[in-house]
């Protein structure tokens, strides 16, 4: 493997290197959930309380407020991942649930496709299915996010809820067809993440979204020594049959867990003891053993944009399972994908420093549910049993303390996203189209400003 420079070395490199005139590049680094306390957690974490993540030592710094309206174009104060990722990818302030489409309705160009268009060469790379919310917000055009292949585009169930497709994104109504189907065809140069689910589902004796990028001349990477070499022309890689699984884990699969309570408890809440959840060790996932890293698929993506090309490129890569494993619950799988977002940053910092008109952002979509509380609480010297009424993981730091992680957004089994603002991280490139404090549609027009678009 090769080294990798130190963040000041390459911080360094990125201010005194000259830029090269015509050439430009845009990184944009989503942490999926990614706010203020999951980069918390990962810095106690991976670097310990005293220590700094990589995205610490980027000279820029700011916050950026999400913005979401409901049908009748009223603010609410909650987002989910394709409306929040579409304003990001078009600048539009749009609906739940929209992929590339504002709140009347109408596909809006993204950046990447505006980049696209006007000849620089274009990445997508996720450890979720590239179909997913995120990367499919700027390459697709759906009415609803569950549109994600041949099939779901038509109606059915997902996350529970049952819901009527999108009949208006249908190729036989006039539409561009599923997430899968526009992928499939999109002038996007490189797409690397999970998904072949979403690839190979057939309706009845249409092609499948596969087939249609093969009769383009796509070349399908379906294993990780694939990414050891060189391709030509526009490359699919699907790892995984939908999200990739994640680094890590709770030792033994274990996740949050509620607080035992005496039978005493149950009667009155102020009397009674509880018994609070064992430590948590993380530890490495199995089923991650045969999956290419964030880091190995940006590296690639890296290569492949950057090959025989003097125009430069856009590249967004999102680290999918902070939030996917928030939702469960599940401190450890997150944390070891903020390692992954660190160690893909870290490849992409490697390349600005021999690139340095490379400007790198590091932002969220939105924020999540977890918080970190106190183990033990603040108020032990009470005569009552205190105690969170939500689940609580108790995860243990290799600096030797405990670091208590809590879900209490509702009482079902998966967490909510929240509505705090998020963070921004940039290299020093981002000084001059940032400011501290930005919308999520302002971090658009800066890319767009950027690539002079």
């Known amino acids: 493997m090769r080294n990798i420079l130190s963040a000041a070395a390459v911080i360094i490199a990125m201010t005194t290197q000259p830029v090269v005139a015509g050439e430009r590049a845009v990184i944009l680094i989503i942490g999926d959930g990614f706010d203020d306390t999951h980069v918390t957690m990962g810095r106690n974490y991976l670097k310990g309380q005293a220590g700094?993540?990589?995205l610490d030592q980027m000279p820029f710094r700011g916050a950026v407020q999400v913005e979401t309206v409901d049908s009748e174009g009223t603010a609410i104060y909650v987002a989910d991942s394709a409306n929040t990722a579409t304003t990001l990818a078009t600048g539009a302030v749009t609906q739940i649930g929209r992929i590339g489409k504002n709140a009347a309705d109408q596909p809006v160009k993204t950046v990447l496709e505006s980049a696209a268009a006007a000849g620089y060469k274009t990445g997508i790379v996720s450890t979720a299915?590239?179909?997913?919310?995120?990367?499919?917000?700027?390459a697709a055009h759906v009415t609803i996010r569950a549109c994600e292949n041949p099939v779901t585009i038509r109606g059915g169930e997902k996350y529970g809820v049952t819901f009527d497709g999108c009949p208006e994104d249908l190729k036989e109504n006039g539409g561009m067809g599923s997430i899968s189907e526009q992928l499939a065809v999109a002038n996007v140069d490189v797409i690397l993440?999970?998904?072949m689910e979403h690839f190979i589902a057939q309706y009845e004796s249409d092609p499948t979204a596969l087939a249609l990028a093969q009769q383009q001349g796509v070349t399908i990477l379906t294993e990780r020594v694939a990414l050891d070499q060189q391709h030509s022309g526009r490359v699919i890689g699907l790892f995984s049959e939908d999200t990739m699984p994640v680094a890590w884990r709770g030792a033994n699969g274990r996740i949050a867990e509620s607080i035992?309570?005496?039978?005493?408890?149950?009667?009155?809440?102020?009397i009674g003891s509880i018994t609070q959840p064992e430590i948590i060790e993380?530890?490495?996932?199995?089923?991650?053993?045969?999956?290419?890293?964030m880091e190995m698929m940006t590296r690639y993506a890296l290569d492949h944009?950057?090959?025989?090309?003097?125009?430069?490129?856009?590249?967004t890569i999102e680290s999918a399972s902070i939030d996917k494993k928030s939702h469960e619950r599940d401190a450890c799988g997150s944390i070891g994908e903020i390692k992954q977002l660190e160690e893909a940053l870290a490849a992409a910092m490697e390349y600005a420093s021999d690139n340095p008109n490379t400007l790198i952002?590091?932002?969220a979509d939105h924020s999540q549910a977890a918080q970190i509380v106190p183990d033990p609480t603040l108020y032990t010297s009470l005569p009552i049993p205190v105690f969170s009424p939500g689940k609580v993981a108790r995860i243990a730091t290799p600096e030797g303390s405990v670091m208590r992680i809590n879900y209490a957004t509702n009482n079902i089994s998966s967490e909510e996203h929240t509505g705090a603002n998020v963070p921004l991280f940039a290299n020093s490139e981002g000084e001059s189209v940032l400011s501290p404090f930005m919308r999520q549609r302002d971090i658009y027009d800066a890319m767009m400003r950027y690539l002079e678009l």
């Open 193 to 195: 993440g999970g998904g």
């Open 260 to 270: 035992e309570r005496s039978w005493l408890n149950h009667i009155h809440e102020m």
């Open 282 to 293: 993380c530890e490495a996932n199995p089923s991650f053993a045969e999956m290419p890293s």
């Open 361 to 363: 952002m590091v932002t």
């Open 52 to 54: 700094q993540l990589l």
């Open 305 to 315: 944009l950057s090959r025989d090309n003097d125009k430069g490129f856009f590249l």
């Open 129 to 138: 299915s590239v179909t997913d919310a995120s990367p499919a917000a700027f």
